[in-house]
C-alpha cells in the first residue's frame, strides 16, 4: 500500500503539469535552466517523503495532488521547503475527504527569513516570563528582565512572553519590546490546526508563536509578508473556532458525547497531569494525545456507538451510587 502511494506521489510530482506550474509560481526561467530547478526541487522533496515512510509523519498516506500543491505554494511564496526548516510539509486528516492530506507549514524561521530581506540585521527572540520574574521594560524598548529560576517550566506560573526585536530601518537603529499574554498564547494555541506539536513542545511552540504575533503586527507592510500571514491564517488556525483557553479533562470530553441532561459528575476536582511525577505526567499526557488522534478518525456510526455506551456507564454509576450510603466506613482504606 505504501510503495504503490508512492510512486503514485513519484509520478505526480515529476509529471510535465507540476513542472510547469513550479515554474510559473517560482519564477523560474522557462528555459532547460529552469527546468533543472524545479527537478532538484522535486528530488529533495520526495526524499522527504521517503524518509518519512515508517514513521507517525509518513506523508505517503497523504493525497498526491495535495503534496503537489504543498510545492506550488512554497515556491510561490519563495520560502522552500529543505534543511534551513523554514518551511514544511504537514500531514492532516481530513474528515470531509476522508483522507489524510499534505499542508504547507511556514515556520517562524520562514517569516524572519521573509522580513531579513528588508532589514538584513533584523533579530528577535522571546523569552518566557513566569510568576516571580522581575521585569521591567523601559523607553526605547530596552528589557531587563531576571528570571527566578531559569529552568522553570510551569505552565500554571507562565505569565506570558516578553519579545524583543532590533533592525536597522533607513539609518535609524529601532528596538522594541513587546509582550504577549499567557490568554493569547492559549488563545493561540486553541486555534491552531497542530494540536499534536503544541501538546508536546508547549513552552517553544509558545516562544515561535509570540514571535510570529509580533511580525505579523509589525511587519506585516512588507511584500509577501501580508500573503504568507494570510496563508497561515486560512490554512494552519481555525479563524472562526469558538476559543476555550480552559483544558478539557478527560470527563468533559465523554460528556460532550453524550446527552446534557446525563453527564458525568464527579465531586472532586480532576487530577492535574501537571503535579503528577515525570514519569506519571509523560505516560497521561501521551494517552491524551493519543485519545485525541483517536478521537479524530471516528466516523459518525462509530461515534454514536460510545455515546450509547456513555450513556449504559452513566446509568451503572447513577445505580451503583444510589445504592451506596456514602459512608467513609463503607470504603477500603489502605493505611
Known sequence: ????????IQST???????????????LDTSAKGKNEAKKYVASILGEIERSVGTKFDLTECSPDSIRQTLIDSMRFKIPIDGRKMAYIESRWNKEKGCSVAGLQITTNG????????????????????????????????????QKDPFCSDLTKLEGMVVESSYTNNGRLVEDATVVTKKDLLSMKAASKAQNIWNTWTIERM???AIKRICKWQFRAIQGVQEIIDYDNNHNYNMDTDINVKSNTIIDNINNMIDDE????VD???VDIKSLESDGYDAAH??????GEWAETLTDKEKGSIKHKGKEWNKIAKEADLADNGD???????A
Open 207 to 209: 516562544k515561535t508563536a
Open 268 to 270: 472532586e476536582e480532576p
Open 328 to 334: 467513609d466506613e463503607d470504603m477500603f482504606v489502605v
Open 286 to 291: 501521551d494517552g491524551l494525545v493519543a485519545l
Open 262 to 265: 446525563e453527564v458525568i459528575n
Open 13 to 27: 510530482l515529476k509529471s510535465d503539469d507540476t513542472m510547469s506550474d513550479l515554474i510559473l509560481a517560482g519564477s
Open 111 to 146: 517569516l524572519v527569513a521573509k522580513i531579513t530581506e528588508h532589514f538584513p540585521d533584523f533579530i528577535i527572540k522571546s523569552t518566557p516570563v513566569f510568576t516571580g520574574d522581575d521585569l521591567v521594560i523601559k523607553n526605547g524598548g530596552k528589557v531587563e528582565h531576571t
Open 1 to 8: 500500500m505504501k510503495k504503490n502511494s508512492l510512486s503514485v
